[in-house]
C-alpha cells in the first residue's frame, strides 16, 4: 500500500514543494518537505525514508553537492533527481554518481506517480530481505548468548565451526561464518553491515575470478538492476569493504577493480 511509503522531497521553490507533496498525499504516500539541504539533513538525521525527490537547483547547498552526503549515509535509499532543462546535464552527473534516475520540471503528475511507484515496488523485495537478514541475525545474536551460558567445559565443546565445516568461507585472510554471519581477517573479527557481509560472501566465492556488477547486486541483494545501477550500488559497498580490510583504501591489495568489469578478490 502507498500509505506505507515515506517520501522525502527537497526544494527550495515553495509552489513546486507544495504542489509535489499534494499530488503524492493524494497518492496515499507519507511526505515530508524540505525547503534546504539543511532542514534535508535533519530530517534524514532522524532515519531513511523510501524515497527522496531532489531538486539540483538550491541555493547555499544545491543538489549535487548534498547527494553524496545522501549516498554515503543511506546507500540503498533511492533519490530521484528533479531539474529543469537548463541544469539537465547535471541531472546526468548526479545519475553517475547514484542518483536513480530524474524528472524533468515543470512535474507531470501522472510520471511522477508512475516512476515513485516503480521505484518503490523495485525496493520492496530488497527492504523486506534486509529486515529478515536483521531479525535472524539477533535470533543468532541471542542464540549464542544461551549457548555459552549453557557450556561447562569449553575445552570439551564442538565449536559450531566444527561441527558443520560447510558453513565456513575461507581465502587468504578471510574467514566468513556464514550461519553466526560474522567475518575474520587475519583472525580477527571485522564488524561488517549484513549487505557489505553479502557482498564479501560473493566476491570470497568467485574468487579470484572478477565479479561483475550486475552479479554482485543479484547475489548479495537479491534482485537485478541496470548496469549503471548495479555499478552505483556496489561502489559504496566495495568502499565499505575497503575501509575495514585494506589499509590503504585508494590503492587496495585486496578487493581490486576490474575497469568496465567489476571487481575481485585477491588473497
Same mark, same amino acid.
Given at each position: $500500500? %502507498?500509505?506505507?511509503?515515506?517520501?522525502?522531497?527537497?526544494?527550495?521553490?515553495?509552489?513546486? *514543494?507544495?504542489?509535489?507533496?499534494?499530488?503524492?498525499?493524494?497518492?496515499?504516500?507519507?511526505?515530508? #518537505?524540505? @525547503?534546504?539541504?539543511?532542514?534535508a539533513n535533519q530530517y534524514l538525521e532522524a532515519g531513511a525514508f523510501d524515497l527522496v525527490f531532489l531538486d539540483l537547483k538550491m541555493p547555499e547547498v544545491n543538489g549535487l553537492d548534498l547527494l553524496p552526503s545522501i549516498r554515503q549515509?543511506?546507500? @540503498? $535509499? /533511492?533519490?530521484?533527481?528533479?531539474? +529543469?532543462?537548463? #541544469?539537465?546535464?547535471? %541531472?546526468?552527473?548526479?545519475?553517475? &554518481?547514484? +542518483? *536513480?534516475?530524474?524528472?524533468?520540471k515543470p512535474i507531470n503528475p501522472e510520471i511522477i506517480l508512475t516512476r515513485a511507484q516503480q521505484i518503490l515496488s523495485e525496493q520492496q523485495q530488497p527492504k523486506r530481505r534486509r529486515e529478515i537478514v536483521g531479525e535472524i541475525?539477533?535470533?543468532?545474536?541471542?542464540?549464542? $548468548?544461551?549457548d555459552k551460558s549453557d557450556q561447562t567445559d569449553p575445552d570439551t565443546q564442538p565449536t559450531a565451526q566444527s561441527q558443520d565445516p560447510a558453513r565456513v568461507l575461507r581465502r587468504g585472510p578471510f574467514t566468513l561464518d556464514l550461519?553466526? &554471519?560474522?567475518?575474520? !581477517?587475519?583472525? =580477527?573479527?571485522v564488524t561488517l553491515s /549484513? #549487505?557489505? !557481509?553479502?557482498?564479501?560472501?560473493?566476491?570470497?566465492?568467485?574468487?579470484?575470478? /572478477?565479479?561483475?556488477?550486475?552479479?554482485?547486486?543479484?547475489?548479495?541483494q537479491g534482485y537485478k538492476t541496470?548496469?549503471?545501477?548495479?555499478?552505483? $550500488?556496489?561502489?559504496?559497498?566495495?568502499?565499505?569493504?575497503? =575501509?575495514? !580490510?585494506?589499509?590503504? #583504501?585508494?590503492? /587496495?591489495?585486496?578487493?581490486?577493480?576490474? *575497469?568496465?568489469v567489476g571487481y575481485r578478490l585477491v588473497t
Open positions: $500500500m %502507498a500509505s506505507a511509503y515515506t517520501i522525502l522531497i527537497i526544494d527550495d521553490e515553495t509552489n513546486l *514543494r507544495r504542489s509535489l507533496a499534494m499530488i503524492l498525499q493524494r497518492a496515499g504516500y507519507s511526505v515530508t #518537505t524540505a @525547503e534546504s539541504a539543511q532542514q549515509r543511506y546507500p @540503498e $535509499m /533511492p533519490v530521484l533527481i528533479l531539474t +529543469a532543462h537548463a #541544469t539537465l546535464e547535471s %541531472a546526468i552527473e548526479a545519475v553517475r &554518481r547514484g +542518483a *536513480r534516475d530524474y524528472l524533468l541475525q539477533n535470533l543468532l545474536a541471542e542464540l549464542n $548468548m544461551v550461519h553466526a &554471519r560474522y567475518s575474520t !581477517f587475519n583472525d =580477527k573479527v /549484513p #549487505t557489505a !557481509f553479502d557482498y564479501l560472501v560473493t566476491l570470497v566465492r568467485h574468487s579470484p575470478n /572478477p565479479v561483475s556488477y550486475e552479479t554482485l547486486v543479484v547475489e548479495s541496470t548496469p549503471v545501477e548495479a555499478r552505483e $550500488m556496489a561502489r559504496w559497498r566495495i568502499h565499505e569493504l575497503r =575501509k575495514a !580490510f585494506e589499509s590503504d #583504501t585508494r590503492n /587496495p591489495s585486496y578487493i581490486i577493480t576490474v *575497469r568496465d
